[in-house]
């Protein structure tokens, strides 16, 4: 992010801050941790205010934050800052807008209510991105005191109400569509000051009034209402009667301000945004690279059939009951992840399914053959009822799906974390009736320790590292809890080392009631870039896949609008990542939590490190991760955002460098310069990251010595980069926050680094390739 001075120059006005904002890479900026001291409350009287008559940076404090940032209602004011984030397409980005009233200018017991306005994003070739499709706007409530639920603003009203006191925060997401034309998005914010909906209904009209009003309008209805065979003349007569019945309208004295104002006198929008709206710019880089649509990791979330059945009084089989499970299923696909419902049985038994329909319906493969989808789960329907009927129904199933090309999606998930040899017993049993239908069907099976009463190994942990010896060939899938890991990265390989690739075992992992306090996990009260780590924590332990247990498994209510309670005995949040939209208002769609949107981040995530892996090693991969900090270890990760957006901006300059195939054995430098200057009396830290890449025609093998041919050439080739660098100041300026001294002397820097030949060079073209 930069500084905000976009205000001033539109007629509005900036926070005074003491403290410069620095520019970010991606992801909402890196500047946001900072503790404003500066920040000085308004010096607005204690009258009544008229938030129409006042800046409404006079009335709040008004900055962003990244998406990794738990806003709480105590939060400190920061300086604002422009938002620049950076994206692929078919990816999704978000940050905050943090808003804290400096003074009350409503009447009622809140602070004031402020209204949203965001525009579309716009880039030179004429390209948007829509507010309401691409961009949307929600507001951050607390559940149980933490930020959590993501509640829709309204968009007739595009208002919130703000507390005294307390800090409230705007959630501002942005999609990327999968043919969006790259380039530079830009767009602005508006924060407005308004009055609050019964102040702004003004004075009412007098009952001799309404009416008058009344009366006319049903007479200009009649006169305009259509009847089949009117001559022409007779029409106009009826439109000229109606035109008199609405003059005679304009002119009641309720309509007397407009009559002043030529009928723009309650117009405040345009006012608003031009004159008393605080302004947040917006920008989105979209890079020319797409995410794959299919996730490069299964990750199975399960959703409870029986709460669904419970909150919206639904009967099983109904249509209304598999209208609300359709609905479900396509509202979380939206977040890379695969569901699966599920219900469960007695001693953790479960009937696990993706798609409510049987195999030979047409709804199924419409299901099972979305590419959204990486996994899916057949039902085991015996697994409940164990009847002749069941059975045949489930022989009929597998006989369809195993002849279809998604085949190889399925598993099926049976017992969840069996404790004895009984249950393991029983596990093998299914196994045997499964395969004589399927040779190559997948059983996933859940576990956190060995088999009690048998004789694996000595210890617990020997016993739980052989449980892929018990339970081959009847499980393909091993899913293991993190919280037997704790923090010993080290025994991954010792699960490893048990597994089968060459008979198609895969290593799947999950989270639970642990692991806890400071690991991964998503928890309530976490923070956020801990949630975010989940996944992180997923690709360097090399797991294949992910299983999370539920999203929708509060307490038991029977109307859809009961407050949500967790379940008692586990940790708040746990097995609850969205929760009903009838909660909050008239909505029927669900409400994602803040834990949910950073899965999504750190399953993108996932897809930028297998795209960096695919071209540099999957050492590499892990090398970055620890380069930057994001990531070290499950009790040693960032801590705020900073590092993700170095990592961000890393990879991505590294997978567009690889798609426009730079030779493997070109050597990179980063060359890292900080420029001081003073400006407005503060310092500007300025941290651009440059990859300079030198090539040589002459197959010489020495370390390089400047010959004076190849100085010559690449003093040429430096003057026209100069020459290049200074005609496009204007165009970096505005990319990278530098005024033209600062992107000479950089430019300098790196030509006093050619001349003195601390580069390899392989190549005499020089080519600066910015992130």
């Known amino acids: 992010m930069e500084s905000d001075d976009g205000n001033s120059a539109a007629g509005g006005r900036t926070q005074n801050s003491s403290v410069p904002p620095v520019e970010g890479v991606a992801g909402g900026g890196t500047s946001y941790g900072w503790v404003d001291e500066g920040l000085q409350g308004s010096s607005l009287g204690n009258g009544a205010i008229d938030p129409t008559k006042v800046h409404s940076a006079d009335l709040l404090h008004v900055w962003s934050m990244p998406s990794t940032a738990n806003v709480n209602q105590q939060e400190t004011p920061r300086p604002m800052e422009h938002v620049n984030l950076l994206a692929a397409r078919n990816e999704r980005e978000s940050f905050q807008i943090a808003l804290r009233p400096k003074v009350s200018w409503a009447t009622s017991g809140i602070a004031g209510s402020v209204k949203i306005q965001c525009t579309d994003l716009c880039s030179s070739s004429g390209d948007r991105l829509v507010v309401g499709q691409s961009i949307t706007l929600r507001r951050v409530v607390p559940i149980l005191g933490v ?41 602005e914010i508006f924060i407005t000051a308004v009055r609050t909906e019964a102040e702004s209904r003004g004075e009412p009209l007098t009952k001799s009034e309404r009416y008058q009003l009344y009366r006319e309008l049903r007479s200009c209805l009649a006169i305009t209402e259509p009847r089949d065979y009117s001559p022409s003349e007779e029409t106009v007569q009826r439109l000229k009667s ?39 710019k917006l920008s989105l880089t979209v890079w020319d690279f797409t995410l794959p649509l299919t996730p490069s990791l299964p990750a199975v979330f399960g959703i409870s059939e029986t709460v669904i059945e419970d909150r919206f009084c639904l009967e099983h089989g109904t249509k209304g009951w598999y209208d609300a499970l359709d609905h479900h299923f396509r509202w979380l696909l939206q977040y890379r992840i695969s569901p699966f419902f599920c219900r469960w049985g007695d001693s953790m038994r479960i009937l696990a399914y993706t798609c409510p329909w ?25 697994i ?11 022989r009929r199933e597998v006989e369809i799906l195993k002849s279809k090309p998604h085949w190889s999606k399925s598993y099926f998930y049976l017992w969840d974390e069996p404790l ?28 956190y320790c060995g088999p009690s009463g048998s004789e694996l190994a000595p210890s617990t942990f020997e016993a739980f590292v052989k449980v892929p010896n018990t339970l081959r060939p009847h499980t393909q899938v091993f899913c293991t809890s993190e919280w037997v ?5 080290d025994l991954v390989k010792d699960i490893v080392a048990e597994l089968r690739p060459d008979l198609g075992e895969e290593w799947w992992t999950y989270v639970c009631l642990g692991p806890s306090d400071p690991q991964p996990n998503w928890h309530l009260g976490m923070r956020g870039t801990q949630h975010r780590s989940v996944m992180w924590r997923v690709w360097k332990e090399g797991g294949t896949g992910f299983l999370y247990w539920g999203t929708n498994c509060y307490e038991k209510a029977m109307i859809p609008s009961a407050e949500i309670c967790f379940r008692r005995g586990l940790p708040p949040g746990d097995g609850v990542l969205f929760y009903p939209g009838e909660v909050f208002s008239s909505s029927h769609e669900p409400v994602a939590s803040t834990r949910l ?24 991969g892990l090398a970055l991760l620890e380069k930057t900090g994001v990531y070290l270890g499950p009790d040693r990760y960032a801590l705020d955002h900073a590092p993700i ?8 300059k590294c997978i567009l460098s690889g798609r426009h195939g730079v030779d493997s054995d070109v050597k990179r430098l980063d060359l890292r310069f900080q420029v001081d200057v003073q400006k407005k009396g503060a310092a500007y830290c300025l941290l651009p990251k440059w990859t300079v890449i030198v090539v040589n025609p002459w197959s010489t093998p020495q370390r390089f010595l400047p010959s004076c041919r190849l100085q010559s050439k690449i003093l040429i080739d430096t003057l026209l980069f100069l020459l290049f660098f200074f005609f496009f100041s204007n165009f970096f300026k505005k990319t990278v926050a530098v005024d033209k001294l600062q992107a000479i002397a950089a430019a300098f820097q790196v030509f006093q680094l050619i001349t003195l030949g601390l580069c390899p060079y392989k190549q005499r073209t020089l080519s600066i390739l910015k992130d």
């Not at 609405?246 to 723009?264: A, H, I, K, Y």
């Not at 409940?384 to 489930?394: G, Q």
């Not at 890991?485 to 990265?489: I, W």
């Not at 949107?597 to 297998?610: A, F, N, P, T, V």
Request: net charge negative; charged share 25%.
């Open 147 to 187: 930020p959590d639920a993501l509640v829709p603003i309204d968009p007739l009203t595009l208002q919130m109400n703000l507390l005294p006191g307390e800090t409230s925060a705007i959630w501002v997401t942005l999609n990327v569509p999968f043919g969006q034309q790259p380039g530079l998005y830009e767009g």
């Open 242 to 280: 109606a035109s008199t019945t609405l003059r005679r309208l304009l002119v009641l004295p309720s309509f007397q301000d407009c009559q002043e104002n030529n009928g723009l006198g309650d117009m405040m929008d345009e006012d608003v945004m031009n004159n008393v709206a605080v302004r947040l």
């Open 358 to 382: 049987p195999a030979d319906h047409p709804k199924a493969n419409e299901y099972y053959s979305d590419p959204r989808l990486a996994a899916y789960a057949v039902p085991y329907a015996p």
């Open 384 to 394: 409940l009822s164990c009847t002749d009927a069941s059975k045949n129904s489930l």
């Open 420 to 447: 004895n040899v009984e249950q393991y017993d029983v596990i093998r049993s299914i196994s045997n009736e499964l395969r004589s239908y399927a040779s190559d069907v997948r059983i996933l099976t859940t576990y």
């Open 485 to 489: 890991l704790g923090t010993r990265e």
């Open 597 to 620: 949107e950073r899965i999504l981040s750190g399953m993108q995530d996932i897809e930028y490190l297998k795209l960096y892996s695919s071209r540099y090693g999957r050492e590499e």
């Open 645 to 652: 957006d170095m990592m961000r901006g890393e990879l991505i």
